[in-house]
């Protein structure tokens, strides 16, 4: 099993600018999830998903989209890049819901706006 | 909104010593994580506890979890070099309908000074 995949491992971007970061997972979890990672502010909730065309907004949604048509994927769309975007994301999978959320976490995308 | 503090945030320790980092939250749960994240990396689950009185340990690490205290524990034992990594705690918060979400604590930076 490859685990929870992401693409690119970076990228650079202009303001305005708009990307799709990729999420792949083979483990048939039902559960995915978007973090950031800024230094000092630990890792934060971007959209979750529960299962495939189920999902819901976390912490810092704002700038960000989602969807999840099977349950392998679960891309996150940056619409209008802005540098506030400027972070590290992971995507992470867990087995499912109501279950305990042991994630498993994908290499990250460290993200640059310009 | 569920809040995770963990403390202290910077621990820079001597090999051979034992220490404590302590996660504190603020709303009901019964489902508490710890996960390392070494610099540059991603993050891997060290333990999941699933009710009060929890304890799990591995190696020279054990984690244990008092519910009512809302409170969780990693105790480092005789520490060495390859422990050096930021250690985070997440709690996870579920809702009717099967929706879940994790947050996480800011993380704990720690040192071993050979």
Redesign the interface.
Same mark, same amino acid.
């Given at each position: 099993n490859a685990g929870v995949t992401q693409t690119p491992k970076f990228q650079v971007l202009k303001t305005g600018q708009s990307m799709t970061l990729q999420c792949a997972q083979d483990m048939n979890h039902e %559960?995915m999830?978007w973090?950031r990672q800024d230094p &000092?502010? /630990?890792? $934060? @909730?971007i959209h979750?998903s529960? /299962?495939a065309g189920i999902t819901?907004q976390?912490?810092v949604p704002n700038g960000y989209n989602v969807s999840r048509s099977t349950t392998e994927d679960f891309p996150l769309r940056l619409l209008s890049a802005a540098p506030s975007q400027t972070s590290v994301y +992971?995507c992470?999978s867990s087995p499912g819901?109501?279950l #305990? @959320?042991?994630?498993? +976490?994908? #290499? /990250?995308t460290r993200l640059t706006v310009t | 909104e569920l809040k995770v503090e963990q403390n202290p945030l910077f621990l820079s320790m001597q090999e051979g010593k034992n220490y404590t980092i302590y996660c504190n939250y603020s709303t009901t749960s019964d $489902?508490l994580?710890w996960y390392r994240q070494d610099p540059g =990396?991603? @993050?891997?689950?060290l333990f999941?506890l @699933?009710s009060n009185g929890a304890v799990k340990q591995e190696g020279r690490l054990m984690a244990s979890l008092d519910t009512k205290a809302r409170l969780s524990t990693l105790h480092i034992t005789a520490a060495v070099h390859d422990l050096s990594a930021t250690y985070?705690c997440?709690v996870?918060q579920?809702w009717p309908g099967? %929706?879940? =979400?994790?947050? +996480? &604590?800011?993380?704990t930076k720690l040192q071993v000074i050979p």
């Open positions: %559960y999830s973090y &000092g502010m /630990g890792l $934060r @909730l979750y529960v /299962g819901d976390g912490e +992971f992470a819901t109501y #305990p @959320l042991e994630q498993y +976490f994908g #290499p /990250g | $489902r994580y =990396k991603s @993050l891997e689950s999941v @699933l985070f997440a996870d579920s099967g %929706y879940q =979400k994790v947050t +996480f &604590g800011i993380g």
